[in-house]
């Protein structure tokens, strides 16, 4: 049989690995291990911040390890997953279907929705367990006009104890995580190799003939008649560039920017995160307890049980690049005035809670949804193969898309995760 390599095992990953395993003998390759859940004790570490010793975000993966953190040159700080289920495993739970610039460009995904609706449970019903502080902005925002829609969730309502803990990794396996599709595809005789970091592509003779990739002190070639770059909109151009494959300055990273007040006994930290979106043209509001802001934010006050956030999530222009040195990316004139605009309709939501806008406080700001470096066109459309790609190197995850989404992309990336590889059966 056929092998293939699948270089990432988050949403692209998981996916082509599950899709393409029996037709192909395919084996992953996850720079990280085996993930757990953050389980250790929030409160303890409510205290540690106390001490003033928490002063740097990439100290959370001391503690949680599948969480790594980077900053980008002027300092903005990036989150992504490391280890099995990739990303996934840091979800908020949100499962939106956001292909629209897709669509417009020519991708019909109806096909790969329908397959992910009967794969993936997807449901919203978990306004039952929504605190008052919630109900009182879901509200503020319905009288507002923002429109706010409960948000699908690819959470199990039965399993869930609504704990807030969901971008922690979930420990009662109540959330779907991209582990899911890596468990069918290894039942099937995928390989699962971790600790495994692949630096380059061989390219021979316009062929992939395998990768390069380092486990502990070793090096090793993985011959492959089939590769499929799935290490996410950070790793995949690194990989690529590794390989002699430029990428474009095209970097999107969907910036969070949160919005906070004291509210006494509001719990939010004890809530399910982003429990309704209210979609504007450029970014969407929803409520968040954003951890990292209140553990490594001077600005937010211990006890967190008594701190309310609402998140911008800006869909932000693809201005920047990750490469070697790391990630170049600023923020433009435009993304800044869409974050104050967005700034301001979280104090007027506020203001409807009984909170002046004075005594809010901002976050610190984050993102954790990169990709943008090898978008898709018009052209790529009924191939989803760029032209600079050897025809057996497939890319599969958000480095494709065109534009940000300014929305969560699972579903979306799972879905063109699928179209390729029918694309890659048709030709490898
Ligand atoms: C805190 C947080 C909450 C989020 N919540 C949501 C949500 O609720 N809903 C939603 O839709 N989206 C959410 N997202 C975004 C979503 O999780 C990611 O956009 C998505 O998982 C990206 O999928 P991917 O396959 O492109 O990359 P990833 O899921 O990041 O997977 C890439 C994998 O490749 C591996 N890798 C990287 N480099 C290498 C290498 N050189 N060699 C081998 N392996 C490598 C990584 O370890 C990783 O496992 C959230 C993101 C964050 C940070």
Not at 167 to 192: I, P, T
Not at 206 to 228: C, E, N, P
Not at 305 to 332: C, E, F, P, Q, W
Not at 355 to 381: C, Q, S, Y
Request: with cysteine; glycine share 10%.
């Amino acid at each position: 049989m056929k092998k293939a390599i699948v270089v990432g095992s988050g949403a692209g990953g998981a996916t082509a690995a599950k899709e393409l395993q029996g037709e192909f003998e395919v084996t992953v390759l996850e720079a990280g291990n085996t993930f757990h859940p953050f389980t250790a004790n929030l409160a303890a570490i409510e205290r540690l911040k106390k001490t003033g010793l928490l002063f740097n975000e990439r100290l959370i993966q001391a503690i949680f390890p599948a969480m790594r953190i980077s900053k980008a040159a002027n300092g903005m700080v990036l989150v992504k997953g490391e280890g099995f289920g990739g990303t996934t495993t840091l979800s908020a739970g949100n499962a939106l279907r956001m292909d629209g610039d897709l669509k417009e460009i020519g991708i019909d995904l109806d096909a790969e929705f329908k397959e992910i609706y009967q794969e993936i449970p997807v449901s919203s019903n978990h306004e039952k367990s929504w605190h008052k502080t919630t109900r009182q902005s879901y509200e503020a925002c319905r009288d507002m006009g923002l429109n706010p829609v409960v948000t699908p969730k690819m959470i199990d309502a039965a399993k869930c104890i609504g704990c807030g803990k969901c971008v922690l990794g979930c420990s009662r396996g109540a959330k779907w995580d991209s582990r899911r599709y890596l468990d069918e595809a290894a039942l099937k005789g995928a390989h699962l190799i971790p600790n495994c970091h692949v630096q380059r592509i061989v390219i021979e003779k316009g062929r992939a003939t395998g990768v390069i990739a380092g486990r502990g002190w070793r090096q090793r070639f993985y011959a492959a008649d089939l590769v499929v770059l799935a290490a996410g909109g950070l790793g995949s151009p690194v990989i690529l560039e590794n390989s002699g494959i430029k990428c474009d300055e095209n970097l999107f990273i969907d910036p969070v920017l949160c919005v906070a007040a004291k509210m006494e006994g509001c719990r939010q930290a004890g809530e399910i995160p982003m429990p309704f979106v209210a979609q504007r043209e450029h970014f969407i509001i929803s409520p968040y307890f954003d951890f990292l802001s209140f553990y490594f934010n001077r600005d937010w006050h211990y006890p967190a049980g008594n701190i309310y956030s609402l998140m911008i999530k800006l869909a932000d222009t693809n201005t920047g690049g990750i490469h070697r040195k790391g990630v170049k990316k600023y923020l433009s004139d435009t993304d800044r005035q869409r974050l104050d605009e967005g700034t301001e309709i979280c104090k007027q939501i506020f203001e409807r809670l009984g909170v002046r806008k004075a005594d809010t406080f901002m976050g610190t700001i984050n993102a954790g949804h990169p990709g943008g470096m090898l978008p898709l066109t018009e052209k790529e459309a009924q191939s989803l193969h760029d032209t600079r790609l050897p025809r057996n190197l497939f890319v599969a995850d958000a480095t494709l898309f065109p534009h940000s989404l300014g929305n969560p992309p699972i579903l979306t990336i799972i879905a063109l995760a699928k179209r390729i590889s029918k694309k890659c059966l048709e030709h490898c």
